[in-house]
């Protein structure tokens, strides 16, 4: 069980185009998933907090009208990143939590993403 | 400001020796830890984790210790076998916070 699928696992886009990631749960309902990026032989640094239903909380320093989450549904989490440019080019991997029962974060797979 | 740290970028270990990966964090209201292990273009995959009630908590061949005073934590992993390569990430929560705090990492490679 526990298990959280992301779409793509790799997209390739042109500088100035927006690139949409989805977050699933696929066997239980996610009250709460998370957005992390990660770069090249680094942590995994969160980004955004989506709970269903309500608008996003950033972290310091990310820009909340260049990564574009929406929580809609509680299977469901997508973050898009307008008007890209090469320094996005990342490893985004989303995390999903079932808040009622346990406070486990449960991974995707990621999504790598290059600007070119 | 890295509030929780894994001062080894790496480690080497035989195969079935002990591999021994360490934590530290600066955050006096963590109260819950965890260890992930990633394989390259992966997410983490959820190990083994201890609250701060406890000093020791161990699963199959992982152990983790949790030193509070010392504001430390390590993970053991025994016997080590090759499949236990990866990058192990150790993450910290505090109270109330659903929010992770992720260690820098560390790569671990078991030598057959």
């Known amino acids: 069980g526990a298990v959280v699928s992301q779409h793509p696992s790799r997209v390739i886009c042109k500088s100035g185009t927006s690139v949409k990631i989805e977050c699933r749960s696929l066997?239980?309902?996610?009250?709460?998933m998370f957005w992390y990026r990660q770069f090249p032989k680094q942590s995994l640094m969160l980004m955004a907090t989506?709970?269903?239903?309500?608008?996003?909380?950033?972290e310091q320093g990310v820009e909340k009208d260049k990564f574009l989450i929406n929580h809609a549904s509680l299977t469901l989490s997508t973050l898009t990143v307008t008007s890209a440019h090469p320094e996005d080019s990342s490893f985004y991997i989303c995390?999903?939590?079932?808040?009622?029962?346990?406070?486990?974060?449960?991974f995707g797979p990621g999504t790598r993403l290059t600007v070119t | 400001d890295q509030q929780v740290k894994q001062n080894s970028p790496s480690l080497s270990v035989q195969e079935g020796r002990i591999s021994i990966l360490n934590c530290d964090y600066t955050?006096?209201?963590?109260?819950?830890f965890l260890w992930y292990k990633k394989y390259p273009a992966e997410g983490p995959t959820f190990l083994i984790s201890?609250?701060?009630?406890?000093d020791k908590n161990e699963d199959g061949r992982f152990t983790v210790f949790l030193n509070k005073s010392a504001k430390h934590l390590s993970l053991h992993i025994v016997p080590s076998q090759p499949g236990d390569s990866a990058v192990y990430f150790c993450?910290?929560?505090?109270?109330?916070?659903?929010?992770?705090?992720f260690g820098t990492g560390t790569r671990l490679t078991i030598i057959p």
């Open positions: 995390s999903a939590m079932e808040l009622a029962v346990t406070y486990e974060q449960y």
């Open positions: 066997d239980f309902q996610a009250t709460t």
């Open positions: 989506s709970n269903e239903g309500s608008k996003a909380t950033y």
């Open positions: 955050n006096s209201m963590f109260d819950y």
């Open positions: 201890i609250s701060s009630i406890k």
């Open positions: 993450a910290a929560r505090d109270f109330g916070n659903e929010k992770l705090t």
